[in-house]
């Protein structure tokens, strides 16, 4: 076994506790810690003038110590140890929380520099725990210092600590997948030099070429992967659906009038069908626009045409209230629905799957039960795959192997702007719809300071008093979890139950049990819960009609299109809806992304605006829609470096393959094989 592939335990100063909390962020070996990119660095190498300093921004700065330090304790287990310190700009003061152990180390006169962040206001700046450096300023090396993921009982220091002993011990065995000729050509930099270099970089142009290099090489295993799936399915063929079928029947059946969007969509989609090449297309709108009644005209052409069709939902709750939305309007055409999950008894299920398997279930309803192996379709031609980055690829893979080359509509209420959308889907069609049906009612968005929260609390009461129901949203389940100072469910449940009394408030997670979390959403679904508490997992995967607030704790927190779609989950009935973001942030960069989305309720409009503002970060969330999850690229961030690996891309594809770039290719299906096999 080699030392990338060795325990993490091997490294000086990890022992098995220390192990285990590592394995919360996906650190097992040697080599997995040195795929664990710092997330962003501390720039510590300007020291500046007390008076340039920004508020609410970290800086470093040097001075004397202008008073003698003074320790004094406030309560039991409460010591603050403050003085001042200046320069000839201006003068900060200083407080460390429980640091008896810095008594009689400082005293007046003394030269120091302290690394922190600045609050106060314009005539009076602050610091609370700065880092702390003894000495003149000439004297100080500073640096940029890696800022790693963490969780709970693991510091910077450990991390940064853990990460230099990763990186002496294993880099060097790292095999560079790229080979010479190839980085010489693009401008990259060793593999070795390029792990250095992203974990602690010596200077700005270091960390840049580091950053290039290994942005450049997950792009394009990724590259790579897409394209061998696109050109796969294109060799792929299947009976073509060429029934003649009366699509204006089933249109007239709908109690309403269909968008423009939405025919455009159900025409590109029926062109594919009726080809022998497997439709691979992705249909993707904002909240509400109708995607579902998309999916249900194709149902209605695919049965018509003497096959079956699979719907697959994330939940049981969302597969559910497909079930109960899609039945009636495909009964009257004589479609027989089925929904399967994992809920009822055992001569139930099996029942279901025997009409499956004798085509007597024209479309077929369920979770991931109907990828389980005891279901076979007696003739299955479309699947539906519904907020499809809830599902890894290989998921989808398996409930297509159901059917011979069935047609695939993935559904995606995470709007994106179409030139990324073809970077990214390099093996998909893209239909888009952009319009919201008629009468919906626009979602009203206000963001307040945390400090109006009372008159939250009183307009909540407002909201329940008529018979509504509310969400809150936080960006942690646990104090510790993403960091200090946030609103956390566990925090709040008991809160608000202290806040509204009387009022029936369950928390909502993704560490609760599979049969907690649905028995909870069923039941605010059933209108027994007024208030779920709850973190991103109610993003999709549940729609009440009487739900009319959303509240979301620490809104900063969250990329705009995870609150336009938090923002989803109210304004679905005829009642007027509110969200209300709080935030305690008085970054103005943060309050400039929040304005966006309470200035408009188009997901386009507001993708477009996350590309722009929001700095290097997942704006898929965790799933990376199904794709394998980056480690240090950004599909929204790096598109410079994208168009270059395309043609990097296409290039060895066009040159021969990867046959020659066998450890490339060996990437390439690593990459893949953490989504759960894409490309097997």
Same mark, same amino acid.
């Given at each position: ?9 091997? #490294? ?50 040097a001075?004397v110590?202008?008073?003698e ?11 603050l ?40 206001d314009?005539?009076?700046r602050?610091?609370a ?62 593999k ?33 992967g ?18 003649p ?21 159900i ?6 069908m ?17 995607k ?20 697959m ?8 209230q497909?079930?109960?939305g ?15 999950t994992? !809920? ?5 299920r ?11 279930a ?5 979770t ?8 076979s ?21 398996a ?10 509509? #993935? ?18 069609a893209i239909?888009?719809?952009?319009? #919201? ?23 909540? !009461? ?30 709040l ?19 609760? !049990?599979? &049969? ?32 009319t607030?959303?509240?979301? &704790?620490?809104?900063?927190?969250f ?40 200035g ?9 605006a ?45 040159g ?22 894409y490309?097997?």
């Open positions: 076994m080699g030392r990338l592939e060795a325990r993490i335990t091997v #490294l000086k100063g990890v022992g098995e506790a220390r192990a285990k909390l590592l394995e919360r962020l996906g650190i097992y070996t040697v080599g997995d810690a040195l795929g664990c990119f710092p997330r962003g660095f501390s720039d510590r190498t300007q020291i500046k003038r007390i008076s340039e300093t920004a508020l609410y921004e970290e800086a470093v700065v001075g110590v202008l008073n330090p003074r320790l004094s304790r406030i309560r039991k287990g409460l010591s140890f403050k003085f001042r310190m200046g320069d000839e700009s201006g003068a900060v003061d200083v407080t460390y929380f429980n640091a008896d152990f810095l008594r009689g180390t400082l005293a007046k006169g003394d030269e120091i520099v302290l690394f922190g962040r600045v609050e106060g314009m005539l009076r602050t610091m725990n700065p880092e702390l450096w003894r000495g003149a300023e000439e004297n100080y090396r500073g640096g940029l210092y890696p800022i790693y993921r963490l969780t709970s009982g693991l510091s910077q220091k450990v991390m940064r600590s853990v990460m230099e002993r990763a990186v002496e011990y294993g880099v060097s065995e790292v095999e560079d997948p790229l080979p010479e000729p190839f980085r010489q050509r693009y401008r990259l930099e060793e070795e030099a390029a792990l250095r270099g992203i974990h602690f970089p010596h200077d700005r142009e270091e960390l840049e070429r580091a950053r290039r290099r290994l942005i450049f090489e997950e792009l394009l295993t990724l590259f790579l897409m394209r061998l799936l696109g050109r796969r399915a294109r060799t792929e063929r299947r009976e073509a659906l060429a029934a079928v009366d699509m204006e029947a089933f249109y007239r059946s709908l109690p309403f009038a269909l968008t423009a969007g939405q025919r455009a969509a025409d590109e989609a029926l062109s594919d009726r080809s022998e090449v497997p439709m691979n297309r992705l249909l993707q709108g904002d909240v509400g626009c109708g579902t009644v998309v999916a249900a005209a194709l149902v209605y052409f695919a049965v018509k045409n003497g096959v079956q069709a699979a719907l939902a994330p939940t049981e709750l969302l597969a559910a497909h079930y109960e899609l039945r009636p309007l495909l009964d009257r055409f004589g479609i027989r629905t089925v929904l399967l994992g !809920k009822g008894g055992a001569k139930e099996r029942e279901k799957r025997t009409l499956i398997r004798e085509g007597e024209d479309f077929v309803i369920g991931h039960a109907l990828i389980e192996e005891e279901v379709f007696a003739k299955l031609g479309l699947i539906v795959a519904d907020e499809q980055h809830r599902f890894g690829v290989a998921q989808r893979a409930l297509s192997q159901k059917g011979e080359h069935p047609h695939l509509l #993935l559904m995606s209420a995470t709007p994106i702007p179409r030139t990324l959308a073809l970077m990214i889907y390099g093996d998909l239909s888009s719809i952009r319009e #919201l049906p008629a009468g919906r009612i626009p979602v009203a968005t206000t963001l307040i300071p945390e400090s109006r929260e009372e008159k939250l609390f009183g307009f909540l !009461k407002t909201e329940l008093r008529k018979g509504r129901q509310a969400f809150v949203v936080c960006p942690a389940i646990e104090e510790g979890e993403e960091g200090n100072a946030l609103h956390t469910v566990e925090e449940t008991p809160y608000l139950r202290k806040k509204l009394p009387g009022i029936s408030i369950l928390p909502v997670h993704g560490r609760m !049990k599979k &049969e907690e979390k649905e028995a909870a959403m069923a039941g605010f679904a059933a209108g027994e819960v007024q208030i779920l508490v709850a973190t991103t997992v109610i993003e999709v995967g549940i729609n009440v009609p009487n739900a607030v959303m509240v979301v &704790e620490n809104a900063e927190r990329g705009l299109s995870q609150l336009h779609q938090l923002r989803g989950r109210v304004g679905r009935g005829s009642e007027r809806s509110y969200c209300v973001l709080v935030s305690g942030t008085r970054a103005e960069k943060s309050l400039e992304r929040l304005r966006v989305i309470c408009t309720n188009d997901g386009f409009r507001i993708a477009e996350d590309l722009a503002l929001r700095g290097p970060g997942n704006f898929f969330g965790n799933e990376q829609h199904g794709l394998p999850d980056l480690r240090i690229a950004d599909l929204l961030t790096d598109t410079a470096t994208i168009g270059e690996v395309e043609r990097a891309a296409e290039e060895l594809l066009d021969g393959g990867l046959e020659a770039y066998p450890a490339l290719s060996r990437e390439v299906e690593k990459l893949f094989a953490r989504t759960g096999g490309l097997s």
